[in-house]
C-alpha cells in the first residue's frame, strides 16, 4: 500500500513544473513564455552546431527572494547571460539567462540546469550525419531553422545559393539523395549525392532559384531525411536601358533628321515607350508648332516585343523629325520603363534662307512676293533689285526698305520663322522691259544675297 502511495507521488512530481518556494523557471520564446518541465529536449544537432534555448527565472512570490544558485553542468553545454550571484529578485522580478549547446562528437548528451530548489535535465543528440552549411561571401553559417533567402529575382534570370556539407564527425559519411521541391527552385550543376566523405571532408552544390511567374515562391531543400526551407520572389524582368541614336545632317533650321532607341540589350519582355521633342527657343516666348515628327506632334510611341534590340514605331526602326525655322535648343528624350536617355541639339542662329521668289506684271506695276524664315526672328531691311533683258540694272539700282517694325510685329503673333513678303512697285513706261529681280534680306546674322529671279 505504501509502495503504491510512493509510486503515485513519483509520478505527480514528474509532471510539476520545475518551481520551488518563490521561483519559477520559464522557456523564452520571443514576447511568450511557458513553465519548463523537469526534462527539456533541445533536439538532434548536426555535429559541429549550435544550439541555444532562452530561459527565466521569475520570484513568483509576495517577498523578495535571494537567488544564490544558477548552474549548468554537462559535456556541450555551457550558460551565458546569467546575472550576477547572488541576486536579489522582488516580487514578480525576473532574470534572463541563455543555455548554449555545441559538441562535434556524435552521440546522445545531457546535463543539469540548477538553480534555488529545482534541477531541470537538459538533453540533446548529434546524429551521425553531415553538417550542412551555407556559404556566404567567403563565410560560412549552418543551415537550419532560418529560411534560405534568394531575395527578388526576374523572371528569365536565376539566383545561387551554394551549400557545403561537411563531415564534422570521426567515421566516413555517405553524402545522401539532395533534391528540392517548390516551383523554380532547384539544383544546378553536378551534385556530389552518393560520393563518401571522410571526416574534416567536405564537398558542396547549388540550390538554384529562376522563378517561373511574379509574387512569392517556397520550396525545400532535401538533404537525406532533413529539409531546409527556401524562398524567393519573382517579378516581371525590367526593361533594357534605352539609348538614343540620332541622325541629323547638319544642326540647322528646315532640316530633317531621324530618331533611333537602341537597347542596352536583347529584351525579355514586352513594354512601351515615348520619344518626346522639347524645344528651348533662343528668342524668349518664340514657338514652333514646326519643330514636330513625321507622325505628328512632339511625342512619338513605340514598342518593345521579347528578343528586340531596338525599339519599333510602327513597322519602321527610326521616326523622322523636322528642325522646324526658329534658332535655339531642341531636346530629344527617350523613356522606357524606369530608363531614359536624352540628346540635346543647338539650331544655330543663320541668315534669312529665301526658299521662293516670284513677281508678277500688273497695271503698272510690279509685285514682288518672297517666302521665307528667318530663324532668329530679327529680319529688318531689304533691298530689291531689277534687272532689264540685257542683266542691266535698272535706275535707280538697289532700292532699300527698313522693314524691322514690320517683321518685329510680324514674330510677334505668329509661331515659327517662316513669312511671306509682298512688296509692289509703280513702274512708269513699259513694265515688259524689266525682267528679273534680286532681293537681298537682312537679320541679326547676316545678310542674305538674292538669287536673280526672272519673270
Sequence with gaps: MKGGIGR????????????????????????LEQPVAPVYDLGPIEPGLSASVQFRIRNIGN?????????VGGSGFTMTGGPALPATLAPQKS?????????????????????VGMSVLLTATVPVELTCLLSTGGATQPLGAATVAFGV??????????????NQTNVPLVVPALATTGAGFGLSGSTPGGILLQPVQSTGFDVQFSPAAAGPANGSLLVGSRSYRLSGTGIAPSLPAPQLSVSLAQARSAQ????TVN???ASATSGNGTVTLAFQPAVGGATDPAIAFATGGQTA????????????????????????????????????????????????????????????????????????????????AVTFTFFDSNGNAIAPGA?????????????????????????VFPITGDAAQITAFEADLSNAAGTTKGVKTNF
Excluded: C
Design 263 to 265: 537597347l542596352s540589350q
Design 153 to 166: 529575382v526576374e523572371q528569365g534570370s536565376a539566383v545561387t545559393r551554394h551549400v557545403v556539407l561537411l
Design 301 to 380: 510611341g513605340f514598342t518593345v516585343s521579347p528578343g528586340d534590340t531596338q525599339g519599333q514605331f510602327g513597322t519602321q526602326a527610326s521616326v523622322a523629325f523636322q528642325t522646324g525655322s526658329t534658332a535655339g535648343s531642341l531636346v530629344i528624350t527617350v523613356q522606357l520603363g524606369t530608363g531614359m536617355d536624352q540628346q540635346t541639339i543647338v539650331i544655330v542662329p543663320a541668315a534669312v534662307s529665301v526658299t521662293a521668289a516670284q513677281a508678277t506684271r500688273g497695271a503698272g506695276t510690279i509685285e514682288v512676293d518672297v517666302a521665307g524664315f528667318d530663324n532668329t526672328r530679327t529680319a529688318g
Design 8 to 31: 503515485a507521488l513519483l509520478l505527480a512530481l514528474a509532471v510539476m513544473p520545475a518551481a520551488w518556494g518563490q521561483f519559477q523557471l520559464y522557456l523564452v520564446s520571443g514576447s
Design 63 to 71: 517577498t523578495t527572494s535571494v537567488l544564490d544558485l544558477l548552474s
Design 399 to 423: 532700292i532699300g526698305t527698313n522693314s524691322t517694325a514690320t517683321f518685329a510685329s510680324y514674330f510677334q503673333n505668329s509661331a515659327g520663322g517662316t513669312f511671306l513678303l509682298k512688296a
Design 95 to 115: 532574470v534572463d539567462f541563455t543555455v548554449v549547446f555545441q559538441s562535434a562528437g556524435t552521440g546522445s548528451y545531457s546535463a543539469s540546469l540548477d538553480s
Design 256 to 259: 530633317q533628321g531621324t530618331v
